[in-house]
């Protein structure tokens, strides 16, 4: 039976402009990582440091969250706790409407998509722009994004142009350059008349209570340093307790996300504008910029459930995206074919552990379990084993399909007796070739026919792993007998 998921995966798989797009960004970012991290020294014994950094955090959070807080506070920041996405918006929302904000310029925050922000904030009859050039793309289009760092990643430069063309009003063009020189005059000016800013976290430091965010456009700076108000919006778990854990963190997000050593902006943030100057600056004209207020929202959302679960380890997560470019079915299906916020192999273990396996039967389902994205993690986040987690508790909860709860104790029975599952095989064998071509099968029945509706499926080998495996003993023992004896 098809449902909403693999009709969604059905659709992008016959979507060629996706794949296009999809090609050219993922391979891009996977070669570009490989090349930044062979230029970091010992990288790693970092990313052994980064993942220690994380566990340890984790397994301190409310000690270093409480920390977080007093030091925003104590820069002058106000801290808001959310339990959950409702209270969220909602916290946003009335921090809004004390500051009589008409608009808000956003910059680019994962957990406010998690949060559904834009449309709480819309109900309130506030305007709310997206900044970064990825998700004013994503937005202008009506669509969700489909890539953690790269919100537009299905869209072909071709399809962007005409877009613009269409919402901005611009002259037909696919020239990148062209594009975003006019997303740029046009963000120009809400930057400018914007009554607030919002914006993600990427670190949070506990002992300083900075938070750190990483752009490379530019607009994460304008975001939060030009509206009266700045909102930064954080999951509870992105905290490190240091600054120097802080750098390490730094090292391995960048080269991880987009190949770079650092992006372009990294900017770190300890409370709103100081007008009068700081004791370290006695005597001096105070800050000349940055927001009246600060408020950063603490948004929960499900985390604290995990902690402490076997599925705890995917909080350790750090957003970089490098899981999503590496992954076989990711760049075949693309993000938005997974129907969570968090597409790819996080998604497929975050969205299940924060909201439960329910609602989301197929997501642990849809991966190879090849461990390429355990490789790449810069955390070394053990993807894999968690999906088998998340599968092992989707059986427990009574998703398996009916024809695979019939089959498993029926293979079940034949591996374990075998003169069964060697007629078995030897009957499969025969059948298949007998109904092969040149080798290979073009259909195959259903449950199985799934396989066979993209790519044929080769007619099983003439003679069984184990005889070949038998014989090319014998051949080897026989050729080292000749060869002792000669
Ligand atoms: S799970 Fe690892 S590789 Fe994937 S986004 Fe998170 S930190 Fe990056």
Same mark, same amino acid.
């Given at each position: 039976?098809?449902?909403? $998921? ?22 891009? $970012? ?27 955090? @984790? ?8 920390? /977080? ?43 406010? #998509?998690?949060?559904? @922000?834009?449309?709480? %904030? #819309? ?16 937005? %202008? ?22 877009? /613009? ?13 062209? %594009? ?17 800013? +919002?914006?993600?976290?990427? $670190? ?8 750190? +965010? ?78 009246? #207020? ?63 396996? #329910? ?44 024809? @695979?709860?019939? /089959? ?29 071509? *040149? ?17 044929? $499926? ?10 070949? /495996? ?10 080292? *007998? ?5």
């Amino acid at each position: 039976m098809s449902s909403p $998921f693999h009709s969604r995966v059905a659709g992008a798989l016959v979507d060629d402009n996706l794949h296009i797009a999809l090609n050219r960004v993922t391979s891009r $970012f996977t070669t570009l990582r490989l090349n930044a991290l062979a230029s970091l020294p010992h990288a790693d014994s970092v990313r052994d440091r980064a993942r220690a950094i994380r566990a340890h955090t @984790l397994s301190r959070l409310d000690i270093y969250l409480a920390q /977080f807080a007093d030091s925003v506070e104590a820069a002058g920041g106000r801290v808001h706790w959310a339990a959950d996405a409702h209270a969220a918006n909602r916290i946003v929302a009335e921090i809004a409407k004390a500051a009589r904000a008409r608009t808000v310029v956003k910059g680019k925050s994962m957990v406010s #998509e998690e949060t559904h @922000l834009n449309p709480a %904030l #819309e109900a309130e009859g506030i305007t709310v722009v997206e900044s970064d050039l990825g998700e004013y793309i994503i937005q %202008l289009a009506g669509e969700t994004p489909s890539h953690i760092i790269a919100p537009a990643v299905h869209k072909t430069k071709e399809q962007v142009g005409q877009l /613009f063309h269409e919402k901005l009003g611009i002259p037909l063009t696919h020239d990148p350059a062209l %594009l975003t020189a006019a997303a740029r005059a046009k963000l120009r000016e809400v930057f400018l008349t914007a009554d607030m800013g +919002i914006s993600g976290v990427n $670190f949070g430091v506990a002992e300083t209570g900075t938070i750190c +965010i990483v752009t490379n456009e530019g607009n994460g700076r304008l975001t939060t340093s030009t509206p009266r108000v700045h909102v930064a919006m954080m999951g509870i778990e992105r905290l490190v307790p240091t600054l120097d854990d802080l750098s390490a963190m730094l090292q391995v997000l960048a080269r991880s996300a987009t190949g770079q050593k650092l992006s372009v902006y990294t900017s770190l943030i300890t409370g709103p504008r100081r007008r009068r100057p700081s004791k370290q600056s006695e005597g001096g004209p105070g800050e000349p910029d940055g927001p009246d #207020e600060l408020h950063v929202v603490l948004v929960d959302n499900g985390r604290s459930r995990v902690l402490g679960t076997r599925l705890a380890e995917i909080l350790y997560c750090i957003r970089c995206g490098a899981c999503l470019n590496i992954c076989p079915v990711y760049q075949q299906i693309g993000g938005h074919a997974y129907g969570s916020v968090y597409p790819g192999p996080v998604g497929a273990v975050l969205t299940p552990a924060l909201e439960g396996v #329910e609602p989301w039967p197929e997501l642990p389902q849809a991966s190879t379990l090849c461990g390429a994205c355990r490789d790449v993690c810069p955390v070394r986040i053990d993807i894999p084993r968690m999906l088998l987690e998340l599968r092992d508790a989707g059986h427990r909860a009574g998703q398996t399909p009916a024809w @695979l709860k019939l /089959f498993l104790p029926l293979y079940q029975l034949a591996a374990t007796q075998p003169a069964l599952f060697n007629f078995g095989a030897a009957a499969a064998r025969w059948i298949t070739r007998a109904l092969s071509s *040149n080798g290979w099968l073009k259909r195959l029945p259903p449950p199985l026919s799934g396989w066979t509706d993209h790519r044929d $499926f080769p007619a099983f080998a003439a003679q069984p792993f184990s005889a070949q /495996f038998k014989n090319h003993h014998k051949g080897a023992k026989t050729q080292r *007998n000749t060869k002792d004896s000669s």
